[in-house]
């Protein structure tokens, strides 16, 4: 018989490419549904959270630059590691308790795939040609709004996180995402998903911990420009990080419209004006 | 030579004013519950020109209960009807214009030479264009069978009265919306004439209402629990606390709010076009503009030249009765606002900036404020970083591009910005790096109801004009697409 031990894996934040543990030493267990030890996830504090804001602005020039057909084939390779990767996925969203986990991952695999093909095709549906009145060529096109905070549910959900994380960057904005106990394993997986594909370090940052400690100091950080308070379930804290969020003005999401409109919330149009004449 | 310029005031025989304005809620005008009122002056002469209803709370409500009653039958109307109401709107606007333009200046003291050339026929346009939308929503981008959001509350400002009702207005009645309108404290009679115009068209009742009011009516409005979407513009610190009053709230948001634009000229910019577009960048409507230019970055090797065309050019500049139609610079719109420019232009003073004010002459009674430059302004300078809504330039300088767009995006505010340079390849890179909503190249101050118009960062979010300022009176009518 095989008397090999398992090589456990430290569960680690994700922060600019890298995966370090919290800086406050701090740990959380996680438990599998018949209350069997899974692992010690890093809880994330509020220096962690400012240093993956630092990490997702200093990716934001390169990865708002990088061309749509760039930043769809990045995003596309997260889904074909993802696809190789599916065992492991549904394993872990079983023993969180998620029911029919396998069709799970295959939606999620698509989703990415849906999210990656509207790269090149945002400018086309969103923005506009304008016919203003007077020898002027006028246009709009969307643009990244920047950094976005993503607040995923404790209810563990594949789909959710990765629609989340690709409804923000693939405009070209960059995230930093809670991920709070339930979720927090699938979303660690994920990150590693991220650094074996080719997206940039500092463009998805990973912060694995307690929602209502670390969602607060994102709220009010004056460099993170938008945020998804979707998986906040406590009505009261959505509304004070909503309250605080307008501090400087972020955009906000209070629930989740996947698709197009989720897309729209992170970007910002920018109009030309440009007289025309010989 | 010097031209003597003869007087050639604008009669104001073509409007009458109201003593005292009711409001204008469920079609009707009726007094307000309250039983008080407040003055409108005219800024140019410290007249006062009519007593104003305060809206209660009360009768923010009683508004916001007619807006509701006429969403049912106005959001089943048929698009096509909508847009008939909307055009006659439209018609009316131009058929009136000069009466509307007369009463503007006289209410908010800009130049009559600006409200009956720029803010009326841009008022008329933007009826114009959002009523040939409301038989056309499903192409408005929202997805399939889009829906209107219901009761909208929103208010404007001063600046611009007419012209940012038209904005708001125009769009939420092409996709079906009612609103409940509130004019800033010293500009009403345009809104409340506009309310007239409603009646002309025979608009059915409490599709539009006009809440005339000050700070604690605004407050009113947007806490009143029975609307569905808030628009404002206005500063951002008002901004600031509506966000966060609809916290918690299923309102929707759209917030048009303060800038700080940066106005580039490069080394290769045509010179006397550029001086034109400063011009316009910073002293159109007394600098009272979102999106003005009030912050010139020129590039150092033409500082000099461009600095000595300048002067002379706003030499020329005649500020003075806002009724003459040879005036180009009008009243401040208060004393309040006239105090907080002061204030700001010593500090520029105060911080080791250089002053220079053009000689004019300024009339004995009324708000003025002559064209002012700063130069050896620093980006720490408080004239650099704060919002002075008023005529007054600050210049900076830059050597390389990257240093002009850095200084540019040192703001949190992100509305509008100029580039002037002969280089289009230039021009495309820099109008890409500039985080700000329109960007003007070699024109500043231009205006379209087909343009969307908007900011980034803490100038706002939404959109007005164009397809995409539609889309912000609109909601998916089925799950996401």
Request: aromatic share 8%.
């Amino acid at each position: 018989m095989n008397d090999s031990l398992d090589v456990k894996r430290t569960a680690k934040l994700y922060i600019n490419g890298a995966f370090p543990r919290s800086e406050s030493g701090r740990t959380f267990v996680v438990n599998d549904q018949n209350n069997k030890f899974l692992a010690n996830v890093s809880k994330a504090s509020r220096k962690d959270a400012r240093d993956a804001v630092v990490a997702a602005r200093s990716a934001f020039n390169k990865w708002s630059d990088a061309s749509a057909y760039n930043r769809g084939q990045v995003i596309y390779r997260i889904a074909e590691i993802l696809q190789g990767r599916s065992p492991q996925f549904i394993a872990e969203l079983e023993s969180a308790g998620v029911k029919k986990a396998a069709p799970h991952v295959l939606e999620a695999i698509d989703k990415i795939v849906w999210y990656a093909g509207f790269s090149d095709k945002i400018s086309m549906v969103v923005g506009s040609a304008n016919p203003v009145a007077g020898k002027f060529f006028n246009f709009s096109i969307p643009e990244p709004t920047g950094v976005v905070a993503v607040c995923v549910s404790n209810e563990p959900s594949l789909v959710n996180l990765v629609s989340q994380i690709s409804a923000a960057i693939v405009s070209g904005n960059t995230v930093v995402v809670v991920v709070p106990e339930n979720s927090s394993l699938i979303a660690v997986s994920l990150a590693e998903v991220l650094a074996t594909s080719d997206v940039p370090a500092g463009v998805v940052n990973i912060l694995t911990g307690d929602s209502a400690e670390l969602a607060p100091w994102l709220a009010s950080h004056l460099d993170v420009n938008a945020m998804d308070l979707s998986g906040i379930s406590d009505k009261n804290l959505k509304t004070e990080l909503e309250a605080s969020a307008a501090t400087n003005l972020k955009r906000i999401l209070r629930t989740f419209p996947d698709g197009l409109s989720a897309i729209k919330t992170y970007v910002e149009i920018k109009t030309v004006w440009h007289p025309q004449g010989f | 030579m010097t031209f003597e310029y003869a007087p050639a005031p604008e009669s104001r025989s073509i409007v009458s004013i109201n003593p005292k304005n009711k409001l204008f809620i469920g079609g009707e005008f009726i007094d307000a519950k309250s039983g008080e009122y407040f003055q409108t002056t005219n800024p140019a002469t410290e007249e006062v020109l009519a007593e104003i209803s305060l809206a209660s709370a009360k009768d923010v409500d009683a508004a916001v209960v007619a807006a509701r009653k006429a969403f049912k039958s106005w959001s089943k109307l048929s698009g096509s009807q909508r847009a008939k109401y909307i055009y006659r709107i439209a018609r009316i606007i131009q058929e009136r214009s000069r009466e509307l333009a007369v009463l503007e200046t006289l209410d908010n003291g800009k130049p009559i030479r600006e409200s009956r050339d720029v803010d009326v026929p841009l008022v008329a346009a933007h009826f114009f264009h959002y009523a040939g939308w409301a038989d056309k929503l499903e192409y408005a981008g929202v997805g399939p069978n889009p829906r209107p959001l219901g009761v909208v509350g929103q208010v404007i400002p001063w600046n611009f009265p007419l012209l940012m009702l038209a904005w708001k207005i125009a769009p939420a009645l092409a996709a079906g919306n009612t609103v409940v309108l509130k004019p800033a404290e010293t500009t009403s009679l345009s809104a409340l004439l506009f309310a007239e115009i409603c009646q002309q068209a025979q608009l059915p009742a409490g599709v539009v209402n006009i809440v005339t009011g000050a700070g604690e009516t605004g407050k009113a409005l947007v806490n009143h629990p029975d609307i569905n979407k808030v628009a404002f513009t206005g500063s951002t610190e008002v901004g600031r606390q509506i966000a966060k009053a609809v916290a918690g709230t299923n309102k929707k948001l759209t917030l048009e709010l303060g800038g700080k634009a940066a106005n580039i000229v490069f080394e290769d910019a045509p010179l006397d076009q550029t001086v034109e577009g400063i011009v316009d960048g910073i002293f159109f409507n007394q600098g009272h503009v979102c999106c003005a230019g009030s912050r010139l970055l020129v590039q150092e090797s033409i500082h000099d030249d461009l600095m000595s065309l300048l002067y002379p050019r706003l030499e020329l500049l005649r500020v003075g009765d806002p009724m003459d139609k040879n005036t180009d610079v009008g009243a401040i719109n208060s004393a309040e606002q006239l105090k907080k420019i002061h204030e700001l232009a010593n500090s520029g003073d105060e911080q080791g900036a250089v002053r220079w004010t053009s000689s004019c002459p300024l009339p004995g009674t009324g708000f003025w404020f002559a064209p002012t430059v700063f130069t050896n302004v620093s980006q720490s300078h408080r004239i650099a970083t704060e919002e002075i809504f008023g005529p007054v330039l600050s210049v900076l300088t830059f050597r390389t591009p990257d240093e002009a767009i850095d200084k540019a995006n040192n703001t949190p505010y992100g509305l509008s910005a100029g580039i002037w340079s002969d280089k289009g390849s230039r021009i495309l890179e820099v109008a890409a790096k500039l985080r700000a909503g329109v960007i003007w190249a070699n024109t500043f101050n231009k205006f379209d109801p087909t343009s969307p118009f908007g900011g980034y960062k803490e100038s706002g979010y939404g959109r007005e004009g164009g397809r995409q300022g539609l889309e912000a009176y609109l909601e998916a009518g089925v799950a996401h697409e």
